[in-house]
């Protein structure tokens, strides 16, 4: 019988076995804990261990510091209980809101979006009611216990009960010999079923006056699509700047999406940026963390979401407080990659499979 984890200030209490990481035994149990990588390296996943000993196997993570681990925090991604264990969080959605679903589904069609990106739309069991927030991902199941975690590009429906739900788009990069994604682009994926969990995440749309910045690394943009999108849909009015930044000019897969939104909506403004571009490319050029701060000297109004690689969104947390972006304000969603396995990091990052 595993050790037993209390997390506060909730009271929830789950079972963890020893090879188990906290945070996976949460998920498991349908505990939508705060976190993003789960590999260690964003820290989003911190809590404080009131009671109980654990260690990290894999040796201490790069998500957390010393000073940090003296005053008692944890990163509960990584972390393995020796013992009972009680953990307090900064933040617990309500229980209605964080309470993860399983569910069939089937790939309703397929369209390639670039040479290796493809969207995917999936439909859900009409008598099932899926709801999720602006930037939440759902993990896809796969056979010996293995996922693949992927953020929903489509924004949520509105509160029409009348209207058929909305197919949830994914957008999904080719990892040759990708135990997932290689079937999508070698065969044809319409019509397959999938179990997918979710959702998952709390990188989501805050509501705010503010103005908002969104910066993305390569399929990065999926969950800031979902945030444009929703924001645009429901009429919130809302100032947005987009920083998308890929390697060349094919990869800038929703193009001519974000053209409309721009034509359509004069409080939108949007800046690609390539680190890889061609010699015809005229735009903006390097990473895009940096064309941010070239571009925007004082960040202290902005509400911050960053969503792509380890690297940038790490870049984004440790440089913006200098032109005095709020890290309270910061939001972020940090892809990091694994090789299969049951604890699965995020893969929805450029290089996932």
């Known amino acids: 019988m595993g050790t037993k984890v209390t997390i506060l200030p909730a009271g929830d209490e789950i079972a963890v076995d020893a090879d188990t990481p906290v945070l996976a035994a949460a998920l498991a ?93 999936l439909r859900l069991p009409a008598a099932e009611d899926f709801k999720f927030q602006a930037g939440q991902y759902i993990d896809i199941l796969l056979s010996g216990g293995r996922r693949r975690s992927f953020s929903i590009a489509s924004a949520p429906d509105l509160p029409e009960p009348s209207q058929t739900p909305s197919l949830l788009e994914l957008h999904i990069r080719h990892v040759p010999g990708g135990a997932f994604t290689e079937p999508l682009f070698s065969q044809a994926a319409d019509g397959k079923l999938l179990t997918i969990e979710g959702p998952l995440g709390q990188f989501v749309y805050r509501e705010s006056s503010a103005p908002m910045l969104l910066i993305g690394g390569g399929t990065g943009f999926a969950p800031l699509k979902s945030i444009i999108d929703h924001v645009v849909r429901g009429d919130l009015g809302r100032q947005m700047t987009l920083f998308w930044g890929c390697r060349a000019e094919p990869d800038l897969y929703a193009e001519a999406w974000i053209r409309a939104i721009a034509q359509r909506v004069a409080h939108f403004r949007h800046v690609p940026v390539l680190s890889e571009g061609s010699p015809a490319w005229t735009g903006a050029r390097g990473f895009v963390h940096e064309e941010v701060l070239r571009q925007m000297a004082d960040l202290s109004a902005y509400d ?50």
């Open 29 to 121: 149990a349908g505990l939508n804990l705060p976190h993003s990588c789960r590999g260690g390296n964003c820290g989003a996943c911190r809590a404080r261990v009131l009671s109980g000993e654990f260690h990290y196997p894999h040796g201490r993570p790069l998500g957390i510091s010393d000073a940090e681990i003296a005053s008692g925090m944890a990163l509960l991604c990584q972390a393995r209980a020796l013992s009972d264990m009680r953990v307090e969080i900064r933040t617990v959605s309500l229980a209605a809101e964080a309470r993860i679903k399983r569910l069939p589904c089937r790939i309703a069609r397929t369209e390639r979006l670039s040479h290796d990106v493809i969207g995917a739309y």
């Open 304 to 353: 911050i979401y960053a969503s792509g690689p380890p690297a940038m969104v790490n870049a984004v947390r440790r440089e913006f407080g200098a032109r005095g972006a709020d890290p309270a304000r910061i939001y972020f969603d940090s892809f990091d990659y694994a090789p299969d396995s049951v604890d699965r990091h995020r893969s929805t990052a450029p290089t996932s499979s």
